[in-house]
C-alpha cells in the first residue's frame, strides 16, 4: 500500500509541475524558420530554378540510373488498407510501417516518373562558420564571388530556408542558383525532388489534384490541391489526411476512395514529414518518432549562418505546423499531446549505436535482411536482362553476318552476269565485224554489176535498190502528182518539196498523166505522175512524207522488194543479180545473228542492273543488321555495368545484414522491464481555477490508466 501511495504522489507531484510550467515565447517570425523571407532587394529573382547540374563533390550516379532506379513497376491498391502494394523503381510498396520516422536523408518515396522522392534536408554543404581546417569544409559553396567560394548551408536544414537564407549571407548577386531546385522541384544527379514536383501534374486543374508519387509505406502522395485552387486545410505534421481522392487506373486506386494520403506543400516540409497515418494528428506526435539518435527534434539552437545572420532553427527536425513552422513541442498549442505517463521513462532506453529510424536491433536486422534479399533478386534480374539482351545482340549480330554471306553470294552472281555480258558484247561486236565483210562482198557485186549499165538514169535506180537490199531493208516507193514543164522539172520540184532528202540518195521518174495539143503543152505546165524511191537506211522517209503534206502534196508510200525491182531495171545483168542475191542473203543471215546476240547483250545487261541493285539492298539490309546488333550490344554492355553494381549494392546490403545478425546475436536476453512504455495522451492544464479543476481532472483520468495497466491495484 505504501508502495502504491508513493506512486500516486509521484503521479500528483508530476502534474502539479506541469501545470505550473510557464509557456515558452514564440521565435520571432522574422528570423525563425520558414518565417524569414528574403528581404526587399534581396528576393530571389524570378526564373532563378534552371535545372541544376551534378553537384560539385557529389559522386557520379550508378550507370544508366538517371536520377531514377528501374523504370515503373507493378503497384495494385489494396482496399483493406488504404496502401498501395508491389513494386515501383525497384523497391518493394511499403517497406515502412506508420506510423514511423522517415529517413532524414534519402530517398523516402518514388515519383509517378519513378524518380526518387527525398524529405526536405539536405547533408549540409559549404564551409560551416566555425570551421578551422579544410577538412570542415563540405563543397559544393553556395557563394561564388569571381574566383573565390564561400557560404554555408548545415545538414538538417530545410532547402527552403537554406536558399532564402543565402540570399542574406551571401554578396549580392553571388549566390549560385544552379544549386538550388528547378522549376520542377527537384535537382542534382541523381534527380531527386525535395518540393512540390508541379511536372508530374497540373496544379490548375479543377478539382483534387492527382497522383504524382507513392511513399514508402504504401501510401499515394497528391499534388497540392484538395479542391479546385485550395490546398486541404486539415494535413497533420506528416503531410497527410484522410479524405476521397480521384480514380488512378494505373495503380488500381478507384474514384472516391476515402484513405489517408499525403499531398505536396508549398512550405517545409514539402512532400513528407513522417510516415503518418489516423494518429499522428499533432507536431508532437511528429516530434516523438525522432527522439533517437544524434539528430532529433528537440535540439533546436541559434544556427550561426554568418557573421550578421543567426537563426532559431531545430536542425534535422521534420515536424513542421501547417505554416511551415517548427512550432515548440510543448507550447499552449499543442493540445492533445502525446507524453509518456507520469512516472515512466519517456522512452525506452535506445541500444548504443541503432541506426536513426528503428526501436530495436532486431528491427533493424529484419529491414537489413529485407532489402539484402531484395538487392540479390534485383541483381539476379538485372543479369537475366543483360544475358537476354546479349542474347538478342547474338542473334541479330548472326543475322546481320547471314546477310553479309548472301550479299557477297548476290556480289559474285552480279560480277559473273557482268563477265557473261562483256563476253556478248565481244561476240555481238564479231558478228557485227563479219556483217560489214558480207555487206563488203555484196557492195562488189553491185559495183560489178553496175559498171554493165550503160544508161545513168537506170544505174542510179539500180544502186538505190541494191543498197536497200544490202542493207537488208526494203525500198520504199512514194508517189505523188506534180505539175511540171516537163519531166526533169517534175523531179526536181519534187526533191524541192522534200529538203530532207538528198537526190543522191534517191530515185526519181516522172510521167505525163495525160497528152495535150502541141500549143497547148507550151503554154500550160503538165501534170505528172512521180514515183521517188528510196532506201530506208539512208533516207528518213516519214520527215519526207511529212514535207510534201506541209506542201499541200497527198502522197501515198509502198514498201518494194528490192531484188524484185532489180529484175525490171534495163541493163541488169541476170547472172550478176544472181550473184548479189548470194551475197545479200548471207549479209541477211549474219544480220539476223547480230540482231539475235544484241538482244542476248541488252537482256543480259537488264540482268546485271538488277542482281546489282539486289547488292546494294542486302548490302544495305546487312548495314542495318549490324547497327542494329551493335545497338543491342551496346545495352547488353550497360546491363553488364548495372548488374555489376547490382552486385554490389547486394554485396553491400549483406555485409549490413550480416553485421545487424552479429549484433543481435550478441545482445543479452530482454527482460520484461524493458517491455515498450505506454503512451498516455493527456491535455495540458491551464492556471487559475480552471486549471487546478483540470489538474484533478487530470489526475483521476492518469490514476485511472495506471490501474488499467496494473501499476495501481
Not at 517497406?95 to 522517415?102: E, I, L, Q
Not at 559553396?141 to 564561400?150: I, V
Not at 501534374?201 to 490541391?225: A, I, N, Q, T
Request: proline residues 7%; negative net charge; glycine residues 10%.
Amino acid at each position: 500500500m505504501r508502495g502504491r501511495a508513493s506512486l500516486l504522489a509521484i503521479v500528483v507531484a508530476s502534474l502539479l509541475a506541469t501545470a505550473s510550467a510557464q509557456p515558452k515565447p514564440e521565435r520571432p517570425s522574422g528570423g525563425g524558420p520558414g518565417g524569414g523571407g528574403a528581404g526587399a532587394g534581396d528576393k530571389k529573382p524570378p526564373g532563378s530554378r534552371p535545372g541544376a547540374p551534378p553537384a560539385e563533390g557529389k559522386p557520379p550516379s550508378r550507370p544508366g540510373s538517371g536520377g531514377s532506379l528501374a523504370a515503373g513497376g507493378k503497384l495494385a491498391f489494396d482496399s483493406a488498407t488504404g496502401k498501395l502494394k508491389g513494386t515501383w523503381a525497384g523497391a518493394i510498396i511499403p517497406s515502412y510501417r506508420a506510423p514511423m520516422a522517415a529517413p532524414l536523408l534519402g530517398t523516402v518515396g518514388y515519383g509517378t516518373d519513378s524518380k526518387l522522392i527525398y524529405g526536405p534536408f539536405e547533408a549540409g554543404f559549404g564551409a560551416g562558420p566555425t570551421s578551422t581546417s579544410a577538412s570542415d569544409a563540405r563543397p559544393p559553396y553556395p557563394c561564388k564571388d569571381g574566383s573565390t567560394y564561400s557560404g554555408y548551408c548545415p545538414g538538417g536544414m530545410d532547402v527552403k530556408t537554406c536558399e532564402e537564407t543565402l540570399f542574406k549571407t551571401c554578396a549580392s548577386g553571388t549566390v549560385r542558383t544552379e544549386l538550388f531546385m528547378d522549376e520542377c522541384g527537384g535537382h542534382a544527379n541523381p534527380y531527386h525532388y525535395h518540393m512540390d514536383p508541379v511536372c508530374l501534374y497540373k496544379p490548375d486543374d479543377p478539382g483534387h489534384s492527382g497522383v504524382v508519387g507513392v511513399m514508402l509505406d504504401g501510401r499515394p502522395l497528391y499534388g497540392r490541391h484538395e479542391t479546385t485552387g485550395t490546398a486541404p486545410a486539415d494535413l497533420d505534421p506528416c503531410g497527410g489526411h484522410t479524405g476521397t481522392v480521384p480514380a488512378y487506373d494505373s495503380w488500381g486506386i478507384p474514384e472516391g476512395a476515402k484513405i489517408y494520403h499525403y499531398h505536396a506543400r508549398t512550405k517545409p516540409p514539402f512532400l513528407l514529414g513522417c510516415y503518418g497515418d489516423e494518429t499522428t494528428s499533432s507536431l508532437q506526435h511528429c516530434r516523438r518518432l525522432y527522439q533517437s539518435g544524434t539528430r532529433k527534434c528537440g535540439d533546436g539552437a541559434g544556427v550561426t549562418m554568418s557573421g550578421s545572420v543567426e537563426l532559431e532553427y531545430d536542425l534535422w527536425c521534420p515536424c513542421y505546423d501547417s505554416d511551415g513552422k517548427q512550432a515548440d513541442g510543448d507550447s499552449d498549442d499543442d493540445k492533445g499531446g502525446v507524453v509518456a505517463a507520469p512516472g515512466l521513462p519517456a522512452s525506452p532506453p535506445r541500444p548504443p549505436g541503432l541506426p536513426d529510424g528503428y526501436d530495436t536491433w532486431e528491427e533493424y536486422k529484419k529491414e537489413q535482411d529485407r532489402k539484402a534479399e531484395h538487392a540479390k533478386r534485383d541483381a539476379e534480374k538485372k543479369k537475366e536482362a543483360e544475358e537476354k539482351k546479349k542474347k538478342e545482340a547474338e542473334e541479330k549480330k548472326k543475322e546481320a553476318e547471314d546477310k553479309k554471306k548472301e550479299a557477297e553470294e548476290k556480289k559474285k552472281q552480279a560480277e559473273e552476269k557482268r563477265k557473261k555480258l562483256e563476253e556478248k558484247k565481244k561476240e555481238a561486236e564479231e558478228k557485227r565485224k563479219k556483217l560489214e565483210e558480207e555487206r563488203k562482198e555484196a557492195k562488189a557485186k553491185r559495183d560489178a554489176m553496175l559498171a554493165k549499165i550503160a544508161d545513168a538514169k537506170a544505174a542510179r535506180r539500180a544502186k538505190v535498190l541494191a543498197d536497200a537490199a544490202i542493207a537488208g531493208k526494203n525500198a520504199t516507193r512514194v508517189k505523188f502528182k506534180k505539175p511540171a514543164p516537163n519531166a526533169t522539172a517534175a523531179c526536181d520540184l519534187a526533191f524541192a518539196a522534200m529538203p530532207s532528202v538528198n537526190s543522191s540518195k534517191a530515185f526519181c521518174n516522172a510521167t505525163e498523166t495525160s497528152a495535150s495539143s502541141g500549143r497547148r503543152r507550151r503554154i500550160l505546165n503538165t501534170e505528172y505522175d512521180v514515183t521517188i524511191e528510196v532506201n530506208p537506211e539512208e533516207v528518213n522517209v516519214t520527215a519526207a512524207v511529212t514535207e510534201l503534206q506541209s506542201g499541200g502534196i497527198t502522197p501515198t508510200t509502198t514498201q518494194v522488194d528490192p531484188l524484185v525491182a532489180l529484175a525490171s531495171v534495163d541493163g541488169v545483168d541476170s547472172g550478176d543479180l544472181t550473184a548479189l542475191k548470194t551475197e545479200v542473203a548471207g549479209a541477211a543471215e549474219v544480220q539476223a545473228e547480230v540482231a539475235a546476240i544484241e538482244d542476248q547483250v541488252d537482256s543480259t545487261e537488264a540482268e546485271v542492273s538488277d542482281a546489282e541493285a539486289e547488292v546494294k539492298d542486302a548490302e544495305a539490309e546487312a548495314d542495318g543488321l549490324q547497327a542494329e546488333a551493335d545497338e543491342l550490344q551496346a545495352e547488353a554492355d550497360e546491363l553488364k555495368a548495372e548488374a555489376e553494381y547490382a552486385d554490389q549494392v547486394a554485396d553491400e546490403e549483406k555485409k549490413k545484414a550480416d553485421a545487424a545478425a552479429d549484433t543481435v546475436s550478441a545482445l543479452p536476453p530482454r527482460s520484461d522491464d524493458e517491455a515498450d512504455v505506454d503512451i498516455i495522451t493527456t491535455t495540458k492544464p491551464k492556471g487559475g481555477a480552471a486549471g487546478l479543476a483540470g489538474l484533478f481532472t487530470a489526475l483521476v483520468a492518469t490514476a485511472a490508466a495506471l490501474v488499467s495497466v496494473g501499476q495501481i491495484g
